[in-house]
């Protein structure tokens, strides 16, 4: 499957459900804290911070984005890349976690052309240092196993 193929279900499935495709913005932020978008989130970190009232409830986009921390070590291995684009889904108020989990099961365990996963789908919800917020939204409908340990 190629990266389009992906990208498209993606924001299919996730405007089939209500939101809002919004097309990546510019790789320069239009924001005083950052010089280049690192994030998916970046675009719509007014929204989140209230600074602005977000144009709709749900949003999903493929934002492009550049990461530099790592910018020395890029290209002696497969795990550091500098341009990369990030898929996400957002909810501005509409929903939270008990919410987006299921999005997320339903994407990746319901096979093509739905979603890009398997019905067969091993996970576990990491417990962090905050297990109870963690693992208490993964429970049904969604099977997962226990937590491991922190």
Same mark, same amino acid.
């Given at each position: 499957?190629?990266?389009? &193929?992906?990208?498209? +279900?993606?924001?299919?499935?996730? %405007?089939?459900?209500?939101?809002?495709?919004?097309?990546?913005?510019?790789?320069?932020?239009? &924001?005083?804290?950052?010089?280049?978008?690192?994030?998916?989130?970046?675009?719509?970190?007014?929204?989140?911070?209230?600074?602005?009232?977000?144009?709709?409830?749900?949003?999903?986009?493929?934002?492009?984005?550049?990461?530099?921390?790592?910018? &020395?070590?890029?290209?002696?291995?497969?795990?550091?890349?500098?341009? *990369?684009?990030?898929?996400?889904?957002? #909810?501005?108020?509409?929903? *939270?976690? %008990?919410?987006?989990?299921?999005?997320?099961?339903?994407?990746?365990?319901?096979? #093509?052309?739905? $979603?890009? $996963?398997?019905?067969?789908?091993?996970?576990?919800?990491?417990?962090?240092?905050?297990?109870?917020?963690?693992?208490?939204?993964?429970?049904?409908?969604?099977?997962?196993?226990?937590? +491991?340990?922190?």
């Amino acid at each position: 499957m190629r990266s389009v &193929d992906i990208t498209g +279900r993606f924001t299919r499935f996730f %405007e089939q459900r209500g939101h809002t495709v919004v097309p990546s913005a510019s790789l320069i932020a239009d &924001d005083p804290t950052l010089l280049l978008v690192n994030a998916g989130m970046v675009p719509f970190k007014p929204y989140f911070l209230g600074q602005e009232p977000a144009p709709y409830p749900r949003a999903t986009s493929i934002q492009k984005v550049v990461r530099t921390a790592d910018i &020395d070590i890029v290209g002696t291995n497969s795990r550091n890349v500098s341009f *990369f684009q990030m898929a996400g889904n957002f #909810s501005f108020g509409d929903y *939270f976690k %008990e919410g987006a989990i299921p999005l997320a099961w339903e994407l990746l365990t319901t096979p #093509s052309p739905s $979603g890009v $996963g398997s019905r067969v789908c091993r996970t576990t919800a990491s417990c962090g240092s905050h297990p109870r917020r963690t693992t208490g939204p993964w429970g049904s409908p969604v099977p997962v196993g226990p937590a +491991r340990s922190c």
